[in-house]
Nanobody, 116 residues
C-alpha cells in the first residue's frame, strides 16, 4: 500500500520559514516527478513546485526565489523549504508523486498558516 506522509506544517509569522517533508513508502515503480501543490480556502489547487527524476525544478511565479524544492532519492522523500512566508501563502499543502507506471499519488495535506 502506497503512503505519502507529510510533516512540517504549522503557524508562522509573516517573514518566517517552514520546511515541509513528504516521505513516500510502498511505491514499486520508478518516480517521474515529485511536487508540492497548495489549496487555499475557496481557491483551486495550484502547483507550487516540482522536481523531476533528473533533478530539474520549476516553481510558481508567486514563490520563486522564496521556496526551494529538494529530494532524497534513496528515501523517496521530497522537501519544500519555504522562506519569507507571506499571509497569502496560507493554504493546505499537498505532496504529489507521479511514477512511470504511470500512477499518481497524493499526500493527506498539511496546513500552513502565515499570520500578518
Amino acid at each position: 500500500q502506497v503512503q505519502l506522509v507529510e510533516s512540517g506544517g504549522g503557524l508562522v509569522q509573516s517573514g518566517g520559514s517552514l520546511r515541509l517533508s513528504c516521505a513516500a513508502s510502498g511505491i514499486s515503480d520508478r518516480i517521474f516527478t515529485m511536487a508540492w501543490y497548495r489549496q487555499a480556502p475557496e481557491k483551486l489547487r495550484e502547483l507550487v513546485a516540482h522536481i523531476t527524476s533528473g533533478g530539474s525544478s520549476n516553481y510558481a511565479g508567486s514563490v520563486k526565489g522564496r521556496f526551494a524544492i529538494s529530494r532524497d532519492v534513496a528515501k523517496n522523500t521530497v522537501f519544500l523549504q519555504m522562506n519569507s512566508l507571506k499571509p497569502e501563502d496560507t493554504a493546505v499543502y499537498y505532496c504529489n508523486i507521479i511514477t512511470w507506471g504511470p500512477h499518481v499519488y497524493w499526500g493527506q495535506g498539511t496546513q500552513v498558516t502565515v499570520s500578518s
